[in-house]
């Protein structure tokens, strides 16, 4: 499979374009053309036989837009198709304070999380750094941004575990951040993770100060594990102590996603442990209301229980929000979309 030329940083296109025997400043004229969501044939003020020779070891765009689901609160699910075949996907999201794409790293996942999904069938495989940038290029192409940027913030929430692919992650953050690049600020970047312990401090010392989240879901180990097999792994204490030490590493407050689980994660005595999770360090807590899995069957909760598990917290001194929830209509939770196409198709 042709790499995606996307993988390389200006740097690196400097030494491509110099190995092809070509000036320096073809180097940023390429990639101009490639964050503008461009393929060789429309790179018009490139030498024809530079762009042949690019095609046959390269492929300017890694992915294509196979389907776009609008949905009537104003967002869109999209589903992309790579040179390999393989289907992943995303989520635009409009808000007042700018435009969101929902970002995957992985094509499916191995964290195997019991309210997920995306994990079913297991992980197919990494995404490579040009190949996470494609997703937002081409998102940024369709908005009409082909020569600015459109989208404001990027959340790493989509299909797969962003710490379980570290280097390309981090690539693709550098990336997305680079002044000579879309030039994306850090803060307007959200990273999810299940809660790889040693990959939460190695973020913090590698200098990214990106808005870490930790899937959370429950409020002692047992319940934890139950529902995500990371959990086995790394105990709640060394999980949490890993999000306070990405704080006072980094300056960031951490958030704490809860997924709201009928029966299983709302009792007084889960309100209680959040308060001591949460206690003494700045921190917020995202309930969120669970998508049906019918795969996977767990039961989420209505409105009015969410308010009052909401009500309950902050009146216990915790930060906490009903996170909106985007698209319903048009796909569910993530990895839903991809796994009906894929058995419809």
Not at 78 to 93: F, K
Not at 164 to 189: H, P, Q
Not at 242 to 271: C, P
Not at 330 to 336: D, H, L, P, R, S
């Amino acid at each position: 499979m042709r790499k995606a030329l996307l993988d390389c940083d200006l740097n690196e296109l400097e030494e491509v374009v110099a190995s092809m025997g070509q000036p320096a400043f073809r180097a940023g004229q390429l990639y101009k053309w490639l964050l503008s969501g461009a393929d060789f044939s429309e790179m018009t003020n490139l030498p024809l036989s530079f762009r042949n020779k690019l095609s046959q070891n390269y492929v300017a765009r890694a992915l294509k837009i196979e389907q776009t689901y609008p949905s009537k609160d104003g967002s869109m699910k999209l589903l992309y198709r790579y040179t390999d075949g393989n289907l992943i996907e995303g989520v635009y999201m409009p808000h007042g304070y700018g435009d969101t794409l929902c970002v995957s790293t992985q094509v499916g996942c191995r964290m195997g999380c019991a309210f997920c999904a995306s994990g079913i069938g297991g992980l197919v495989r990494n995404l490579t750094a040009g190949e996470i940038a494609a997703q937002v290029i081409a998102v940024n192409k369709l908005l009409g941004g082909n020569h600015g940027k459109k989208l404001s913030n990027l959340v790493l929430m989509g299909s797969g575990e962003p710490l379980d692919n570290y280097e390309n992650v981090t690539k693709f953050i550098r990336l997305m951040t680079a002044e000579d690049g879309l030039n994306f600020s850090s803060r307007g970047i959200s990273l999810s993770t299940s809660g790889i312990v040693e990959n939460i401090r190695k973020l913090a010392d590698d200098g990214f100060s990106v808005t870490l989240s930790l899937s959370l879901h429950a409020t002692t180990d047992d319940a934890r594990q139950a529902l995500m097999p990371v959990a086995r792994k790394y105990t709640l204490h060394e999980t949490i102590e890993a999000m306070k030490y990405y704080f006072k590493k980094t300056g960031r407050r951490v958030i704490y996603e809860y997924a709201l689980i009928k029966g299983q994660n709302m009792s007084t005595f889960d309100v209680k442990r959040l308060v001591a999770i949460t206690k003494g360090y700045p921190c917020h807590v995202n309930l969120i209301k669970l998508n049906y899995v019918e795969e996977k069957g767990l039961e989420g909760c209505s409105e009015q229980e969410a308010k009052r598990f909401l009500q309950r917290l902050t009146e216990a001194g915790v930060s906490a929000t009903i996170r909106r929830s985007f698209g319903n209509d048009v796909g569910g939770a993530c990895g839903q979309l991809r796994r009906r196409y894929e058995q419809n198709g």
